[in-house]
């Protein structure tokens, strides 16, 4: 299966996991150090986010619309609701995130998007004019955030920061027209990332390139990190504009629409960026498409490769965090389906040095 293939199980299979054999090149950088079993009682069925803080413990966003803390071992601390905050809300959370300041955020995905305790009790409701557009968002050590809206939107910026209660501060940036075809395409999915180190240096990778770009909170350009890794094969052209009429409007055209996408889709060949970790303070961990496969390479934040190549990641895949030189991975025999429950996550020391 060549790359154009995988593009498009990435596009019309969005929770798709791979499970290939173990690859000795993650194994050689890694090592795993534990596995933590989650509480039963949350009875987890689509693990769609992860975050931890400093002490370990884990925040866990489900696709079902639901949020758990969990202590470091996996015990479940409390379910998250907004009912315990704020009732009446249409409460569908699909990004919880632990921020510097202490605090947890919940986005979602109508108004009232809420903030909690690091023990999970109630601070309250944020602005209910903040709504998240897009699917990917960082924090600042001052507590307030920043957003990316990964569609096309004309004459709008695609970064914006808000106070930690949600309320609009500044925008900046501007979308890469020549791949507005991608773009619309891949909008929906969470394709490129970013994060934030101690320093408040915000690193974002957009999905069609592998140059990590830095910002301050204000949005000034800080340069770049722009060297590529070695199996990235860096896109070139955009797509033909293809529109797809839902299966539940018209099957026999979506399946038409299909198969010509995928005609269309053979004549290109490329790699895009999946996600972007701070692995340990000046440490960024960044994933990527090889073929069917996913690599990763590791940067220091000066830019400079810590692998002496990047590296195939077969069935640790499942990449769900890093942090504090750990990278946290859904255990495989436990999530081979979309029906069966998400019950433990492994966890991968990186046991090279930051040169």
């Not at 409460?91 to 919940?106: C, L």
């Not at 994060?195 to 350009?221: C, P």
Request: hydrophobic share 40%; charged share 25%.
């Amino acid at each position: 299966m060549n790359r154009a293939k995988w593009f498009l199980l990435c596009i019309f299979v969005p929770y798709l996991f791979l499970y290939g054999q173990t690859d000795s090149e993650f194994l050689k950088y890694f090592k795993k150090v534990k596995t933590i079993e989650l509480d039963e009682k949350a009875a987890i069925k689509i693990l769609s986010h992860l975050d931890i803080d400093n002490s370990g413990k884990l925040l866990i966003t489900d696709a079902a619309g639901k949020v758990f803390l969990f202590s470091p071992n996996g015990k479940l601390i409390k379910e998250l609701k907004s009912d315990d905050c704020h009732p009446g809300i249409t409460w569908k959370p699909f990004k919880a995130m632990f921020k510097p300041d202490g605090e947890i955020m919940i986005i979602n995905a109508y108004p009232g998007s809420m903030r909690f305790k690091n023990d999970g009790s109630c601070i309250g409701k944020m602005d209910d004019k903040f709504i998240m557009q897009g699917l990917d968002a960082a924090c600042f050590t001052d507590g307030s955030f920043i957003t990316f809206n990964n569609y096309l939107v004309p004459n709008t910026a695609p970064f914006i920061r808000y106070d930690k209660t949600g309320k609009e501060l500044n925008k900046f940036g501007s979308y890469d027209s020549r791949f507005k075809n991608f773009i619309k395409q891949l909008g929906m999915f969470l394709y490129g990332n970013m994060t934030i180190d101690k320093n408040d240096v915000l690193y974002k990778v957009f999905f069609h390139s592998a140059d990590i770009y830095k910002y301050d909170k204000k949005g000034n350009t800080l340069g770049k990190i722009f060297r590529k890794p070695d199996r990235y094969l860096q896109i070139k052209d955009d797509i033909p504009i293809l529109e797809f009429p839902t299966p539940t409007e018209d099957a026999a055209k979506y399946k038409e629409a299909v198969i010509k996408f995928k005609k269309e889709a053979e004549k290109y060949e490329f790699t895009y960026s999946k996600k972007l970790f701070l692995l340990a303070d000046n440490l960024l961990f960044f994933v990527y498409t090889i073929g069917d496969d996913f690599g990763v390479q590791i940067f220091n934040t000066n830019g400079k490769y810590l692998l002496n190549n990047d590296i195939k990641i077969g069935k640790m895949s499942n990449i769900l965090g890093a942090k504090n030189n750990l990278v946290y991975i859904i255990n495989e025999q436990n999530n081979k389906d979309l029906t069966s429950l998400t019950t433990s996550i492994d966890i991968y020391k990186y046991t090279g040095t930051a040169k």
